[in-house]
């Protein structure tokens, strides 16, 4: 169990603003303690995952003893690009001291659109392969954030405990998300190396899962499915085509498995209870 977002974020929220990305001063000229520090949090799609980690990045800056010196304003692009893009957009109009973008295609849309406003990222599996930083060791600029990327190969080794029959996994994913077709890639090398066939689905909007796994789960012997954000949203979706056909669906989220999956090896945020500290929607 990690507190990766709490801690990381809050790590680099200190990091970005002592190096002056994201000092800046009110109306009046003043700087620093005589206003509230604006953040922008922007996420691409509403779905557990996301929404936990959007929840302890408040909890991580409540715990530095921020509440009242930060101020949050929470935008949800409802798994819309072009929102995401226009919410982006909003916040360096509105010239926010730091944008925490949630997921890739958000992250991306933060780089695109300022080179002055600090960005600390979150939920981005590969960073370096997303084009947001050349090494996950610096800060690059004004952007800076951290990895979710899960260990694929444990969840593979898992399988092989819980179901050693399996002979035959079926991916489902949409390859126009970094993360997802990143994953995917992995998934293939391990399945490749140790002898498992697979057999490959593409989708490119969650309106497209539930045909595509009716299709999938009658020619496989299980699903896994990466850290998908199009797939995430109408998991329980999935879930009911796999528990109809009798197989397991293998996650890269906890929170997909509470959506009705079989299993993960993933990532834990462990905590306190969420706090209450001033949200703008």
Do not use: W
Request: aromatic share 6%; net charge negative; hydrophobic share 40%.
């Amino acid at each position: 169990m990690k507190r990766i977002i709490a801690v990381l974020t809050l790590l680099s929220v200190f990091l970005m603003t002592v190096s002056g990305c994201a000092v800046k001063t009110n109306d009046s000229g003043a700087s620093g303690s005589d206003k509230k520090f604006r953040i922008g949090i922007v996420q691409g799609q509403n779905h557990p995952s996301l929404d936990e980690i959007r929840e302890y990045v408040v909890i991580g800056l409540e715990e530095a003893g921020m509440k009242d010196s930060v101020e949050i304003l929470y935008k949800d692009a409802q798994n819309d690009p072009t929102n995401v893009t226009t919410i982006v957009n909003q916040f360096v109009g509105e010239n926010v001291d730091m944008i925490i973008p949630i997921a890739t295609g958000a992250a991306q849309a933060a780089q695109s659109a300022t080179r002055d406003i600090a960005i600390v990222f979150a939920a981005v599996s590969y960073p370096v392969q997303a084009g947001l930083v050349e090494d996950m060791n610096k800060t690059d600029g004004n952007i800076t954030g951290v990895s979710n990327a899960i260990a694929i190969e444990d969840i593979f080794k898992l399988s092989a405990e819980l179901t050693p029959d399996v002979e035959t996994y079926g991916f489902i994913y949409n390859p126009g998300e970094v993360n997802s077709a990143s994953g995917i890639k992995r998934a293939k090398d391990y399945c490749d190396a140790n002898g498992l066939k697979y057999i490959e689905t593409n989708i490119t909007n969650s309106g497209e899962l539930q045909q595509t796994a009716q299709s999938l789960a009658s020619k496989v012997d299980a699903i896994f499915v990466p850290n998908d954000n199009t797939v995430a949203v109408a998991m329980p979706v999935l879930a009911q085509e796999a528990i109809n056909a009798g197989i397991p669906v293998y996650t890269g989220a906890d929170s997909m498995v509470k959506d009705g999956g079989f299993a993960t090896v993933g990532i834990e945020i462990a905590g306190d209870k969420l706090n209450e500290l001033q949200i703008i929607e």
